[in-house]
């Protein structure tokens, strides 16, 4: 799946507004002293990091999976760009409203927080997936580094009953705890390499790691639409198929997936606190946790898809928009980015 970037379609007008802060270097772009690549650039960059949560997908057929995986982005609750008055209001939307900027989204399908000599399973690789440390070299491969970076990923990670021995099955707490630090190790090795491209910037990078989901208040919602199921066959066609990608949805084995979650959201929290503390004195660095997304209430069935009651409806993506949103602020304010005085957009 190749990444998707997005310029604010207006940018120009509104730089072009002398009130915004951006203007001279639409002088510099009007005398023809930087070409409109380079004006991009000095654009603030926003890019996220994640899986399938951070995408509007859903399951069904195996080639309608395939094909959507491969053809769909940009109508989730990062990287919603659909101007209709009904449609969500993502992040990218929300920012919007406080500056022009560029979006560059690198999540996918089934994304694992891996390490990266790990070998793709042959669903990941037909859909061409790109796990954690696939998406942290490709950002790092690009000219103009990101001025925030929203990482929201490990999901896929709480699959704990996938290939696990059968004594395990029934006593699982050893290998909750190697799954949990093995998490952790993987995450931090790809946060590190991204804080050491930010040690070369010149501008500020703020990057926001997102806590999983709250799986608990998740599992409520979905247990209404099995319910739903059972009384109108024709609700939720693809409400089993989930089984057969993440076997720990089963309600049999929910609970662990809950107690998983919440031990790698504490690892994460631990992991930014002794990232920071070994980042030392890089004034132009931020690195934080949030528990916004592992927080917010989805315990309502309708912010499911109504196709596999799996992955999040529009008015779900529309709840984690607003959740992952609400904990930027210590974020733009570090990127200088604040609401605007009233009456202005720029």
């Known amino acids: 799946m190749k990444s998707a970037s997005v310029v604010s379609a207006n940018f120009l007008e509104r730089i072009a507004d002398s ?4 203007h001279p270097d639409f002088l510099a772009y009007r005398n ?4 409109k690549d380079e004006l991009i650039a000095r654009l603030p960059h926003v890019a996220m990091i994640g899986d399938s949560v951070c995408m509007d997908v859903y399951i069904s057929s195996a080639w309608s999976t395939f094909w959507r995986a491969r053809t769909r982005c940009c109508g989730n609750w990062f990287l919603g760009v659909d101007a209709t008055a009904d449609s969500l209001r993502s ?33 990941r690789r037909i859909l061409g997936t790109r796990n954690f440390s ?3 070299a490709q950002l790092l491969t690009v000219r103009r580094f990101p001025d925030l970076i929203l990482i929201s990923i490990g999901h896929n990670n709480l699959d704990w009953a996938w290939r696990c021995p059968r004594s395990e099955l029934a006593d699982p707490e050893n290998r909750l705890q190697r799954m949990s630090l093995s998490c952790r190790e993987n995450f931090s090795r790809q946060m590190r390499r991204l804080t050491e491209r ?7 990078v703020a990057m926001v790691v997102y806590g999983l989901i709250n799986f608990e208040a998740y599992f409520s919602g979905r247990d209404v639409a099995e319910r739903l199921r059972e009384s109108q066959s024709d609700l939720y066609p693809h409400l089993e198929t989930t089984y057969k990608y993440f076997r720990s949805f089963r309600p049999v084995y929910r609970r662990n997936l809950i107690r998983l979650a919440t031990m790698m959201n504490e690892q994460l929290r631990e992991m930014v606190s002794e990232l920071n503390h070994g980042l030392g004195a890089q004034p132009h660095i931020q690195v934080r ?10 315990s309502r069935v309708e912010l499911l898809h109504p196709v ?5 409806s529009i008015a779900g993506h529309d709840v984690l928009a607003e959740a992952a949103f609400s904990a930027l602020g ?4 570090f990127l200088g980015i604040k609401l605007p005085p009233s009456g202005s957009r720029n």
């Open 308 to 312: 596999d009651g799996w992955h999040a």
């Open 134 to 136: 696939g998406q942290v």
């Open 289 to 298: 946790y949030s528990d916004a997304l592992a927080t917010a209430d989805l």
């Open 198 to 204: 930010a040690r070369s910037e010149q501008h500020r």
């Open 32 to 35: 023809g002293e930087i070409t």
């Open 91 to 123: 992040v990218s939307k929300r920012l919007e409203e406080l500056t022009p900027f560029v979006a560059s989204e690198y999540a996918g399908i089934g994304a694992l927080v891996d390490h990266e000599r790990d070998r793709q399973n042959f669903f």
């Open 19 to 22: 009130a915004s802060r951006f």
């Open 330 to 333: 210590p974020s733009l304010e």
